[in-house]
C-alpha cells in the first residue's frame, strides 16, 4: 500500500458571487512506496558496491536502502457554474518516493549474523527517507501558498490558464528542491547513530 500523506490550500480573491469556486484549488501528495527487500547479493558484493559508490560509512556494508524520487503537476481548470466567476483551476503535486529497495546480505547466517536486526536497521534508513519527504511536501505547501493567485494564473487568456498555472508551481517546486538531496541524506544518515551502530557491531558473531 503507497502511503499518502495531503496537503490541501485554496486560493482565492473576493468575488462577488458566492457560488464561485476559488480560483485556485491546490494540494501536495506526498507518496510512499512501501520498500521491497531481497537478498539478491552476498556480502563481498555488496562491500564492492559500497566501494565503487565511494560513500563514506560508519559500519561494515550489510545490506543497503536505495530509492528514487521525483514529482508531477496536474493542472485541470475546473468548470464555472455561475455567471460572473472568474476561471478556476485545481492543481496537485505529487512528491514520490519510488522504486524502494532494502538489500541485505544473502549470506548473513553463514557469516553468523543475526538478518532481523539487520533488516531492521537498513528499514530505519528508509523510515528517515519517509520523513524528509513529508518534511518537504510541508516546504512545497507552504511556498506555494505565499504566491498570489494572479502570479500563479498569469494574465493570459483563459486558454492559458493551465500552462500558466503548472509552469508556476514547477518553478516554486525546483526551488523548494534545491536543498532536498541535502537534506534527505543527513535525514537517512541518522539512522547510523551510536545506538544502532552498537546493534549491529553484536549482530554477527564472526568477524566478516
Do not use: W
Not at 520498500?35 to 550489510?62: C, W
Not at 475546473?78 to 524502494?100: E, F, N, Q, S, Y
Not at 508556476?168 to 538531496?181: A, E, H, Q
Request: proline content about 5%; some cysteine; glycine content about 6%.
Amino acid at each position: 500500500m503507497v502511503g499518502e500523506v495531503v496537503l490541501v490550500a485554496l486560493m482565492m480573491t473576493t468575488v462577488p458571487v458566492a457560488a464561485c469556486p476559488p480560483e485556485m484549488a491546490l494540494d501536495v501528495l506526498a507518496e510512499h512506496h512501501p520498500p521491497t527487500v531481497r537478498s539478491s547479493y552476498n556480502l563481498d558484493q555488496i562491500r564492492e558496491f559500497a566501494t565503487h559508490m565511494g560513500r563514506p560509512a560508519k559500519h561494515e556494508p550489510l545490506g543497503f536502502y536505495a530509492s528514487i524520487f521525483g514529482y508531477t503537476v496536474d493542472v485541470q481548470q475546473t468548470a464555472v457554474g455561475m455567471p460572473g466567476c472568474k476561471p478556476a483551476v485545481a492543481a496537485r503535486v505529487r512528491l514520490i518516493l519510488g522504486g524502494r529497495l532494502v538489500e541485505i546480505g544473502a549470506d548473513l547466517q553463514s557469516h553468523g549474523c543475526q538478518r532481523n536486526v539487520i533488516l531492521s536497521h537498513y528499514m530505519l534508513h528508509a523510515q528517515y527517507d519517509d520523513e524528509a519527504l513529508s518534511a518537504y511536501a510541508n516546504r512545497a505547501m507552504d511556498a506555494l501558498g505565499k504566491i498570489s493567485t494572479t502570479e500563479l494564473l498569469g494574465n493570459q487568456a483563459q486558454g492559458s490558464l493551465v500552462d500558466n498555472a503548472a509552469e508556476s508551481i514547477r518553478r516554486t517546486m525546483d526551488k523548494v528542491l534545491l536543498s532536498y538531496d541535502n537534506v534527505r541524506a543527513e535525514a537517512m544518515a541518522l539512522a547510523d547513530n551510536p545506538e544502532e551502530l552498537n546493534k549491529l557491531t553484536n549482530a554477527c558473531r564472526r568477524t566478516l
